[in-house]
């Protein structure tokens, strides 16, 4: 039979305990308790020397609601937020618990990540704050089914989402988003000069897109649009599910449409420069390189409101 040890001394008291550990009682309270009494530092009005372009909170995990086309159609992701306002140079600070409150508000009504909520959130925001402007930036993941191209089978692949939104209490709202997915591309110049086979590697399509004021989300699922334009110029798709005959197609799709990085910015710009409703954007490519140690990289912006960017 094993020997154990068994406690033979009897133990402090757990207020005892805590003094042993440093604590100590509280002092003497003599400023003010309730809240209409308390100086508020925040709302101080003097000249502190500089406008301040953005200050807010950032790093903040939340909850939301993300609605597509593509299954499942209607998901519960977690959110990382920025919240910022401009303040003027005779403001000393702003109010950073207004920030919170109104997102924990959002929160319980069923906070739906749309470009609709955004914006009516971040006009709230700045009456809130009682400012001219607000910003709203979220990033999360966003998860689509994926089925296998032969055997039919499902599983779940995920894109990186942002979302971006300014109110200006005069120029209204303006609205951007990115996505980026990752994809298969197969080494060009590796198929041209080899007896047989090509290197290929994983892919990372970053798309960042402005969208024009009339854009109406409820009619163009811009994320699916996005991945769309991502995953249907690649050499392959990415698969969650691959049994034997999915692999042999994907391997021989790959190599029936090799691609560069060059080839991949190009061929996506082309997708969102016929898109109606977006107006300027910025593509980038990152391959991890599967026989070298460094990554490639390429990069596009193009404005389309600019007649001279062609």
């Known amino acids: ?9 009897k133990m402090p008291t757990k207020e005892e305990r805590h003094k042993l550990f440093g604590s100590v009682k509280p002092g003497p309270k003599q400023k ?3 809240k209409n009494k308390m100086p508020d530092l925040q709302n101080v009005q003097k000249d502190f020397l500089f406008d301040i372009d ?10 939301i609601i993300v609605q597509s086309n593509l299954n499942p159609t209607t998901q519960t992701t977690i959110a990382t937020f920025k919240l910022t306002s401009k303040i003027e140079k005779t403001s000393k600070g702003t109010n950073m618990s207004r920030f919170t409150e109104q997102l924990n508000q959002y929160h319980e009504k069923g906070f739906i990540a749309n470009f609709d909520s955004l914006k009516q959130f971040t006009k709230d925001l700045a009456e809130r704050l009682d400012q001219n402007d607000a910003t709203i930036e979220l990033r999360f993941p966003w998860f689509f089914e994926r089925r296998g191209p032969q055997s039919d089978l499902v599983g779940m692949n995920h894109a990186d989402i942002s979302m971006l939104v300014t109110y200006d209490a005069v120029k209204g709202c303006s609205i951007h988003a990115s996505l980026t997915a990752s994809i298969t591309t197969l080494c060009p110049c590796s198929k041209e000069i080899s007896e ?3 290197h290929n590697q994983r892919g990372h399509i970053t798309m960042e897109v402005s969208f024009t004021d009339d854009f109406d989300e409820t009619k163009t699922d811009w994320k699916e649009m996005l991945l769309e334009a ?3 110029n690649a050499s392959a798709r990415l698969h969650p599910v691959l049994k034997r005959p999915d692999e042999k197609m994907v391997t021989e799709q790959a190599y029936e449409n090799p691609r560069f990085v060059e080839d991949m910015v190009r061929l996506v710009a082309a997708d969102l420069y016929e898109s109606p409703f977006i107006t300027k954007f910025e593509v980038s490519c990152r391959n991890e390189e599967s026989i070298h140690m460094h990554d490639a990289v390429a990069s596009l912006r ?3 409101l600019d007649s001279s960017s062609l």
């Open 1 to 9: 039979m094993e020997n154990t040890k068994h406690m033979t001394h």
């Open 32 to 34: 003010p308790t309730d």
């Open 54 to 63: 953005a200050v807010g909170i950032s790093n903040v995990k939340h909850p």
């Open 196 to 198: 047989y086979s090509a």
């Open 230 to 232: 991502a995953e249907s």
């Open 302 to 304: 193009y404005n389309k």
